[in-house]
């Protein structure tokens, strides 16, 4: 499989701070990437040395095959949406755009194309002043695709949207996939990376945790067994019978929470039953995304320390 983006040792030092700690980042082209972290993590620093807004203090990368030391030579190839997108409030939406096809030298017949793309043809001709910021946000995208782009790199699109707007943006994300195009978006929501990515880079503390595949991921991790006894009174007992058994758990509200395979379930079941526990509930939770990067974020902080 090809790749749309290849980093190697890639480092950007402010001052004392290092805000990009010798990064290798591969990501597969014609999929949706998504790259999580914490606020300060490190995030849009990389997307700045890829865009080459920012040069790196060492290391090197390429992007759609072409080094980010002549950025003139891919960003033609390339869409991008950083932060929140500035429109005239007193246009349209498609005057905006037309405005940026001059600019651009683009073929105006891009503009009801990506309108369409990001679902924006039937308010194209209200101001943009009118827009909700998802409707907005919207825009901005259809603007990062207007050169026809290879690759479109997203910087937190969902930033302040509510969960209607998520929900739009999320579709969004998933067409441009769909229609070829190498994506490449950013969030601290964990959330929805896990709904809308294929592959997934984690960064924290300026260096990449994990990369690969977001189902493998998840699915490495353990799931929690949730039991829930007929008598609220029984829970810690059964808790104790969990920890005695050598799977840690822990009582919230009536229920119990076990760190544990879903084989595990019978097991808890039989033990529940010998000491005469009964269980009015018993079911497996699956690892989330969130709980995967914790996982893997405080397993690399305990090795630094």
Not at 201 to 217: A, E, P, S, Y
């Amino acid at each position: 499989m090809t790749s749309s983006v290849v980093t190697r040792g890639l480092t950007k030092r402010f001052g004392t701070r290092l805000a990009v700690n010798a990064v290798d980042i591969e990501l597969p082209a014609g999929v949706v990437s998504g790259f999580v972290g914490p606020n300060g993590a490190g995030k849009t620093t990389t997307i700045q040395l890829l865009l080459g807004l920012c040069r790196p203090t060492s290391g090197s990368a390429e992007v759609l095959g072409r080094p980010i030391s002549d950025p003139a030579s891919y960003l033609g190839r390339v869409g991008a949406l950083i932060e929140a997108p500035s429109f005239y409030p007193t246009l349209s939406g498609r005057r905006n755009l037309e405005v940026l096809t001059r600019l651009g030298r683009i073929d105006r017949a891009r503009i009801a194309e990506v309108l369409a793309l990001v679902e924006l043809s039937d308010r194209a001709n209200d101001f943009v002043r009118g827009y909700s910021l998802g409707m907005k946000q919207r825009l901005g995208v259809a603007a990062a695709l207007l050169p026809n782009p290879e690759l479109c790199i997203l910087d937190e699109p969902t930033n302040g949207l509510d969960p209607a707007g998520i929900r739009e943006m999320r579709a969004v994300i998933r067409g441009l996939a769909d229609n070829g195009i190498s994506v490449f978006v950013s969030s601290h929501l964990l959330a929805e990376i896990e709904a809308v990515c294929d592959h997934l880079v984690m960064i924290d503390d300026g260096r990449i945790v994990f990369q690969g595949g977001v189902g493998k991921l998840i699915a490495a991790q353990e799931s929690d067994i949730v039991a829930t006894p007929e008598h609220p009174a029984d829970a810690q007992a059964l808790a104790d019978l969990c920890v005695g058994a050598g799977r840690p758990a822990l009582v919230e509200g009536v229920d119990v929470h076990v760190q544990a395979p879903q084989e595990w379930a019978a097991e808890l079941n039989r033990l529940a039953m010998g000491a005469g526990i009964t269980l009015r509930g018993l079911a497996v939770r699956r690892a989330s995304l969130e709980q995967a990067f914790f996982a893997i974020t405080e397993a690399a902080q305990a090795e630094d320390g």
